[in-house]
Every structure is written in structure tokens, then in C-alpha cells.
């Protein structure tokens, strides 16, 4: 039992400790794991000492923190995704340790939360590891205090006890979610080669209705509302075809060859995939789709006979993200590929039919 562990002058009350107590029972006992997370933190910020107590999940990958509770006596609050070294956790997660920073002076992260603290109170900043079972850090428990902080020692040792059940709850919960990923990315996988196979066995003489039919295919599957089959033409480029309603986007919009944007990566056989353009890539996409609100973009070069003769398109608006990156850019990839070789192969019957009718009719 946790009361026999910690006497009750732990904390300023015999309650928290029943709260804390009952917490780690929770833990296990099928609660959804958002409950769990937002019980934590909230009985450990009734600890008076502790300003504001908060819990957030590492993702390794994409070396970032993800905001899973939050609770605090001041107005302080923590996005929802947060780069790794943007936050003070970063400490935690690169040391596998306990770390305490004292605030006076602190300029950045903690400043909102500082100003609204009564005048003359000292605060510190603690982060706790909470660690796998081979002792990776995979979350931290992050903590103001004041700076005068009763049995301080006592107190992180039932922290100590808390990190080691958010530890297996937090294992767990990170498990569910590959799991759900794995079999999302299973389904789109299957998804993606039924519609491709469709697409490549498709037989249509029409060059413009296979065109059409990849663009209408690309805008399901990967969930974007405008597609654009963009021709070269001289030394400018065109809008040949449009599958989607975007104002000011329409089929024979030509512009240069500089307002295109397309740079060497059109021309090496790749896709080009941009995520949050708004922040990140502004500078590689056309003016008019800024001004629209583009938000994410993948374009691929169709070559023919060594010969970039347009490109392959989709486009998302407002705060659209494209999820899966690796994936989707080989699904779109073997798309354009398919494409490509489809004209190519178009471009060649047409060419033998020209001939053949030249051979029977000198004359033409």
C-alpha cells in the first residue's frame, strides 16, 4: 500500500495522499488512458509547493513532444506537438535523468507562466523521466515548483512511484497506437494496389479520359480535393487538366516557366512532397496557390522519351496535412510512373498508325 510507503507528512494532508494512492490503483484497471493522464496531473498539482504539472509522450522519430495533460494554477498552457528542443524536457529525454532548472532569468518557455506568479515568489522547473522497460526515456513528467519546496526528496520519490505505472500505461498506450497504425497503413496499402492495378489495366483510347481517370483516383486515395495534370508548352506551362473546384484554378491557365516554380527535382524522375508550406517551403510553390491557401503539395515529373513533358499534381488547402510521407511517395510515385509510361506508350500506337496509313495511302 502507498500509505505504508509514504507517512502522510509527505504532503500538507492525509486527502492528497489517498489521491495519489488511488491513482496508482487506477492504473491497469481499463480507464482510458486520457483519464489516466489527466488524473496524474491534476492530484499531483494539489501538492501546494507544485505550480503547474504537466505530461507529455516523446516521439522519437520525429523528435518531438506530444502534450498527453496539463494542469495548472497559473495561465500556462503547452501545444499540442511541440519540437523536442523547443521545451526544457529535452534535458530529461538526453540525460535519462532528473533535472532541475532554476527560472529566475528564464526567457523563453516559461515566461507566460512567470508573470503571472505573485511578486517576490521563486520557482524551479523539474522534469521526470518516465522510461521504457529497456530505460529509454519515452515521456517526462515536467513540474514548477516554488522554489521552496517541502520534503522535496519525499515527494519525488512518490513522483519517482508514478513515473514507474505511467511508464507500463504509456508502453500500453503507445502500443495501441501502432497497432491501429499498422493496420491503417495495411488497409491503405491494399487500397493503393487495387486502384493501381485498376488504373494500369484499364484500357481507354481516349488519352485524355486515362488522364482524367489518375487524377480523379489520386484525389480519393490520398484524401487532397484538387488535382492538375500541368503540360509543358514552348517555354511556358498549362493547366491541361483539372479534376477538383478551386477558384482561379482552371483548365488552360498558362503561366512562365519562372512562376512555375518547377525546379531541378521536376526533372529527375522523383516526387516532390511539401508538408506545412505556410511555414516551411513557400518559396517552391506558384504564387497563385499561396494566395489560395495551399497547405501541402506532391508533384511528379511525367516523362516521356527522356523528355519532362508535364507534371502530375495534387494539392491540399487550409491546414490539410499528407499523412504517411514514405508511403503515400511511393504509392504516387508508381502512379506517375504508370502514367508516364501509359502516354509514352499512347504516343507510340499513334505513331504507328500514322505510319501504317502512310504505307497503305503513299498519296496522304
Not at 508573470?115 to 521504457?132: F, H, N, Q, V
Not at 484554378?249 to 508538408?275: D, Q
Not at 511555414?279 to 527522356?306: A, D, K, Q, W, Y
Amino acid at each position: 500500500m502507498l500509505s505504508e510507503l509514504a507517512p502522510n507528512h509527505y504532503f500538507s494532508g492525509i486527502s492528497m495522499t489517498r489521491d495519489l494512492a488511488d491513482d496508482l490503483h487506477s492504473f491497469g484497471s481499463g480507464l482510458p488512458s486520457e483519464h489516466v493522464w489527466n488524473r496524474t496531473v491534476e492530484s499531483i498539482a494539489r501538492i501546494p509547493e507544485i505550480i503547474t504539472a504537466w505530461i507529455l509522450e516523446y516521439l522519437p522519430e520525429s523528435q518531438n513532444f506530444r502534450l498527453l495533460a496539463l494542469h495548472s494554477r497559473s495561465d500556462f498552457y503547452i501545444l499540442d506537438l511541440v519540437s523536442k528542443y523547443s521545451v526544457p524536457c529535452h534535458h530529461v529525454v538526453d540525460s535519462n535523468m532528473i533535472f532541475e532548472m532554476n527560472l529566475v532569468g528564464e526567457e523563453s518557455f516559461f515566461q507566460p507562466l512567470i508573470e503571472t506568479l505573485p511578486e517576490k515568489t521563486s520557482a524551479m522547473y523539474l522534469g521526470y523521466p518516465i522510461r521504457s522497460d529497456i530505460d529509454t526515456v519515452i515521456g517526462v513528467i515536467g513540474m514548477v515548483v516554488e522554489d521552496k519546496f517541502k520534503h522535496k526528496f519525499k515527494n519525488l520519490k512518490l513522483i519517482d512511484m508514478i513515473a514507474d505505472q505511467l511508464s507500463q500505461e504509456l508502453i500500453r498506450f503507445k502500443n495501441e497506437n501502432l497497432i491501429s497504425q499498422t493496420l491503417n497503413t495495411a488497409s491503405f496499402v491494399k487500397h493503393s494496389l487495387a486502384e493501381l492495378f485498376r488504373l494500369l489495366s484499364t484500357k481507354y483510347s481516349d488519352l485524355t479520359t486515362i488522364c482524367r481517370y489518375y487524377l480523379q483516383t489520386g484525389t480519393k486515395l490520398f484524401g487532397l480535393p484538387l488535382g492538375l495534370i500541368t503540360s509543358k508548352i514552348g517555354e511556358n506551362w498549362e493547366y491541361s487538366l483539372v479534376e477538383g473546384e478551386v477558384h482561379g484554378i482552371y483548365e488552360g491557365k498558362r503561366f512562365s516557366k519562372e512562376e512555375s516554380k518547377f525546379s531541378t527535382y521536376t526533372f529527375v524522375g522523383s516526387a516532390n512532397i511539401l508538408n506545412d508550406i505556410r511555414e516551411t517551403s513557400s518559396l517552391n510553390v506558384r504564387e497563385h496557390l499561396l494566395e489560395l491557401g495551399v497547405s501541402c503539395l506532391m508533384e511528379f515529373p511525367l516523362i516521356v522519351h527522356n523528355q519532362t513533358i508535364g507534371v502530375l499534381g495534387f494539392y491540399g488547402f487550409k491546414d490539410q496535412k499528407i499523412e504517411s510521407i514514405e508511403l503515400t511517395q511511393r504509392v504516387f510515385e508508381l502512379m506517375g510512373i504508370g502514367l508516364s509510361n501509359t502516354i509514352e506508350k499512347h504516343n507510340i500506337d499513334l505513331l504507328s498508325k500514322i505510319v501504317f496509313l502512310e504505307k497503305e495511302n503513299p498519296t496522304v
